[in-house]
């Protein structure tokens, strides 16, 4: 059995990952690092909690002292790094929990794994030759695109915002202990990804949970900013080529080629919930704005936010080409089945 560290696994993307990775790899087991901050949430895991392979620790990437208890005590052979501060309205309120949880914890990270693994610069303790340091990163360390054009692995990085500012460091982090020390590392940055186990926080989650609620869904701007929309269990398959068949060194970009304007895409759920679970069957909708006929009705445009990119898209010919992946949902049939989790989520 292999043992592989998991930071961040109770957020998001970690949580719809570890089930995966659990079910299709018998011979690893799996120790989830999280520090349980208000993204991380258990209930996300219930699925693999009686798992005999898999162990939850409550912890911050930043604590040293317990980082070197848990390579000793559970022999890690593999880390896969989500773990990050990622709302960017909160960099832009409060950037320095983004400095030290994006850049301060991933470098805290990376030299224990370093230390741990190696015994000098380029020199791997025969134990641990085959380690592998994995960190996932964002298209939003690439900056802001015009209406044409892809980001690819060669972007000059251009980040707006702290956030992003704060994962763009931490990629330069991995790369230099690569080029430094010659650890096994592989990137992969990935656009926006939806599905199920999102916190209520980010745009998909939120429209559908006001719209259910009879509130106003708040749309930045003009709502032609544009994003490249991935599943998220398509991300977490192109995690797993990279992590097992990636080259050494190598940043890897997971795109769903799936451009949408987010007025494309609040109107997109509202047709959804109209078809789903029309106002007239909504209790809340029908006693209180019956003259409603379609949940685009709540739809309001508020002031755009600081340094908001206007375009993100991914070329993900790279990770094609290279090793073969392809995403197997499109955002079409992707979305409805978003919108039905969320449903049922909020309906219970």
């Not at 994003?227 to 991300?235: E, S, T």
């Not at 006693?287 to 309001?300: A, D, E, P, R, W």
Request: net charge neutral; glycine share 6%.
């Amino acid at each position: 059995m292999t043992n592989v560290l998991v930071t961040g696994g109770a957020g998001f993307i970690g949580s719809n990952f570890i089930p995966y990775f659990l079910e299709k790899y018998q011979t690893y087991n799996i120790i989830n690092l999280d520090l349980l901050t208000y993204a991380g949430n258990l209930e996300n895991l219930k699925e693999c909690e009686n798992n005999p392979r898999y162990k939850f620790i409550k912890g911050d990437i930043c604590n040293r002292e317990l980082l070197e208890y848990i390579f000793k005590e559970y022999d890690i052979k593999g880390v896969i790094h989500f773990a990050a501060e990622s709302h960017v309205d909160n960099s832009i309120k409060n950037p320095s929990v983004f400095i030290q949880t994006n850049v301060n914890g991933t470098f805290t990270l990376l030299d224990v794994a370093y230390k741990y693994w190696m015994d000098e610069s380029f020199n791997y303790k025969d134990k641990y030759k085959n380690c592998r340091f994995h960190h996932i990163s964002t298209d939003e360390v690439y900056g802001s695109l015009n209406e044409i054009g892809l980001f690819t692995e060669n972007t000059p990085y251009a980040p707006n915002s702290p956030y992003s500012a704060s994962k763009a460091s931490s990629d330069m982090i991995i790369r230099s202990y690569k080029e430094t020390y010659g650890l096994n590392t592989v990137i992969t940055n990935c656009s926006n990804n939806y599905g199920p186990k999102q916190h209520d926080e980010k745009l998909i989650p939120t429209i559908i949970r006001k719209a259910l609620a009879n509130e106003t869904i708040p749309i930045y701007g003009d709502g032609e900013n544009i994003r490249d929309w991935l599943y998220v269990l398509d991300h977490c398959k192109g995690i797993d080529l990279v992590y097992h068949n990636g080259e050494k060194g190598e940043v890897y970009n997971i795109g769903g080629r799936n451009e949408r304007t987010n007025l494309q895409i609040v109107n997109t759920i509202c047709e959804i919930l109209d078809k789903k679970y029309p106002i007239k069957n909504n209790l809340k909708l029908k006693t209180q704005n019956s003259k409603l006929f379609s949940y685009k009705s709540l739809i309001t445009f508020v002031d755009d936010r600081a340094g908001h990119d206007r375009r993100y898209a991914i070329d993900a010919t790279k990770l094609e080409n290279k090793l073969g992946w392809k995403a197997d949902e499109n955002f079409d049939s992707g979305i409805v089945k978003t919108t039905e989790w969320y449903l049922r989520k909020y309906n219970d």
